[in-house]
């Protein structure tokens, strides 16, 4: 059974850092691209960035570019996103997610996709 499991949300001041872990176990083919959603209140879904686990390439948003830095541990299936220089516009709940191709998270396609982990709250203080 397809599951994923993320943890390393917190609170911190803006300016400071976070990194979240993704791990993924159970799933048929590793060719996925795996990455993470955030959705603040009141607002949709977004895809913030992902990473394909064939290739290595990866996606950011360009509201996290620069700043955010997703990598991945193909031994360990899991995936880490390295959260730098937090501003408090990042508070969200941050889910990690699995999707065949990158355009599911560049074009924020969260309605197809079907795994989710169980999220994990970032909320950053100013």
């Known amino acids: 059974e397809e599951q994923l499991a993320e943890s390393g949300g917190g609170l911190v001041q803006a300016g400071g850092s976070l990194r979240l872990s993704c791990a993924a176990s159970g799933f048929t083919f590793d060719d996925y691209v795996i990455g993470w959603f955030r959705q603040a209140p009141g607002k949709e879904r977004e895809g913030i960035s992902c990473?394909?686990?064939?290739?290595?390439?990866?996606y950011y948003a360009d509201s996290v570019k620069g700043r955010f830095t997703i990598s991945s541990d193909n031994a360990k299936n899991t995936v880490y996103l390295q959260m730098n220089s937090l501003k408090p516009e990042d508070t969200a709940i941050y889910y990690c997610?699995?999707?065949?191709?990158?355009?599911?998270?560049?074009?924020?396609?969260?309605?197809?996709?079907?795994?989710w982990g169980q999220g994990t709250q970032v909320t950053v203080s100013s």
């Open positions: 997610a699995t999707a065949p191709t990158l355009t599911y998270f560049s074009g924020s396609f969260y309605q197809l996709i079907d795994y």
């Open positions: 990473i394909s686990k064939s290739d290595g390439v990866a």
